[in-house]
């Protein structure tokens, strides 16, 4: 059966140490290889992960909460690792966080195909703390196979999570910072990682372009002046 337990730092380090954690987008394109199987609406794209010894890990942030309060296929990924949102652009309850986390786990390429016999354990680690520094754990076991809106049958296992919810224990959900979910996989000889940083902070507010053509002319003034001393 496929295993989500609590990763503690120790565990962390066995497992990193020796497989590097992995940041580009799943197959070079984002796409998870079976698209995506839990609930209607959701989108493929946008994943970060690997896809290697015939599994595939991906993870991606998603905005939970626009200004209606509703879920958007928005992921705001820089193509790297990185997801950020942006407060003033959601409505969210307090106890919630604006985005969720999204993973896949697809053993289908192994040569049993199933998760019960393909001899690979998961684990995943969630920063709910966004403060400097990353503290990777989990409130407590976790089988994403029993959650009603997985449709992936025996080889795959989807999701989409809050650190809102109870379970998880962040003491802000809605904090400003930078929040880290990491995605492990072992099957006893090969390791397989992948990890995502989730940023919440307010956009950065453009110049009106009234500044930037100050900024231009002053520019422009101090070239000119460089050129007339140095005539001089």
């Known amino acids: 059966m496929i295993k989500f337990k609590t990763i503690l730092a120790a565990a962390v380090v066995s497992i990193v140490g020796v497989g590097a954690v992995q940041a580009a987008p799943v197959n070079g394109t984002g796409d998870l290889q079976g698209g995506v199987v839990f609930g209607s609406g959701n989108a493929n794209g946008s994943f970060t992960g690997v896809n290697a010894f015939g599994v595939e890990l991906g993870l991606r ?79 407590g076991p976790f089988d994403p196979l029993l959650y009603s809106d997985n449709a992936g049958g025996p080889s795959v296992a989807q999701n989409s999570q809050n650190i809102g919810f109870a379970a998880y224990g962040a003491a802000d959900p809605q904090a400003f910072g930078t929040y880290t979910i990491s995605l492990f996989g072992t099957n006893g000889t090969e390791q397989l990682s992948t990890s995502i940083d989730i940023v919440v902070a307010p956009a950065p507010v453009p110049l009106p372009a009234s500044a930037l053509l100050l900024l231009g002319g002053v520019g422009a003034m101090g070239a000119f002046a460089r050129r007339r001393r140095k005539t001089a």
């Open 61 to 139: 942030g998603k905005l939970r909460f626009d200004l209606n309060g509703d879920p958007q296929n928005q992921f705001n990924y820089d193509g790297d690792r990185t997801y950020t949102f942006d407060p003033a652009l959601s409505n969210a309850p307090g106890n919630r966080a604006i985005w969720n986390f999204e993973f896949s786990l697809d053993v289908s390429q192994t040569p049993s195909g199933t998760f019960a016999t393909s001899g690979w354990d998961f684990l995943i680690g969630i920063d709910t703390d966004p403060s400097a520094g990353v503290n990777l754990a989990f409130g």
